[in-house]
């Protein structure tokens, strides 16, 4: 979706790089969410942030990964140093319309560690 | 533990067979939505439901949301191959937005 854009769009890289993920969604979408996609976890929300404070980042292991929001249409997601088993696709997302709630899905970042 | 589980896991279908595909919380929700995601695509937004026993349709697509608002579950009639892709039913759990259920993927054989 043209709202929301991510890169790079294909990420591969040695075990202890650090890898940083760009999301970038359109003016005016305040929030932004973070999910890791693999096979055997399925769709996992990592953190989101609203008006760029992070307001839940449970989901996201602390000891290597960050996530900010420098500014309104800049969200990072940063692995530092990056395991074979962060080898996943990364998305973000926005809300679409507060009506429903539901969210629009960046086209994702494809990482492999290897 | 996984708190959106949906079944089955993978469908194998014929071009022209029906196609569901349920999904069943461990709360209640106050609403289920449904996306898709194609081979190699992202997540798309498919529909909401937000009241007890509705029923939507969507052409081919029939969404319907239990009574207890705790299931759910997305029927095609007549799959073609344009539906092929994998379908997730997704509602807010405690304080999380959007959990997912893990998905049905279908594949149709044409």
């Known amino acids: 979706d043209a709202r929301v854009t991510q890169t790079p769009r294909h990420k591969v890289t040695e075990m202890g790089q650090e890898v940083t993920m760009r999301c970038q969604p359109i003016?005016?979408?305040?929030?932004v969410f973070w999910y890791r996609q693999t096979m055997m976890q399925g769709l996992e929300l990592l953190a989101y942030?609203?008006?760029?404070?992070?307001?839940?980042d449970s989901g996201m292991p602390k000891d290597r990964f960050s996530a900010e929001m420098p500014d309104a249409t800049l969200a990072t997601l940063k692995i530092q140093p990056s395991e074979p088993r962060d080898s996943a696709v990364y998305f973000c997302a926005i809300y679409g319309t507060l009506a429903y709630n539901e969210q629009f899905f960046g086209p994702g970042t494809r990482l492999t560690v290897l | 533990g996984q708190q959106v589980m949906q079944i089955p896991q993978y469908q194998h279908v014929q071009e022209g067979e029906d196609f569901t595909t349920y999904c069943n919380s461990s709360?209640?929700?106050?609403?289920i939505q449904w996306y898709k995601q194609r081979p190699g695509g992202h997540p798309v937004f498919l529909i909401q439901?937000?009241?007890?026993?509705e029923v939507k349709k969507q052409k081919r697509l029939t969404f319907q949301f239990g009574e207890a608002k705790k299931n759910s579950s997305l029927h095609i009639t007549a799959t073609q191959t344009t539906d092929v892709g994998t379908y997730f039913c997704?509602?807010?759990?405690?304080?999380?937005?959007?959990?997912f259920g893990k998905g049905t993927r279908l594949s149709v054989i044409a």
């Open positions: 997704a509602g807010p759990v405690g304080n999380t937005p959007l959990v």
């Open positions: 003016l005016g979408h305040n929030t």
């Open positions: 942030f609203r008006n760029r404070a992070p307001l839940d």
């Open positions: 709360t209640t929700l106050s609403n």
């Open positions: 439901l937000v009241k007890s026993g």
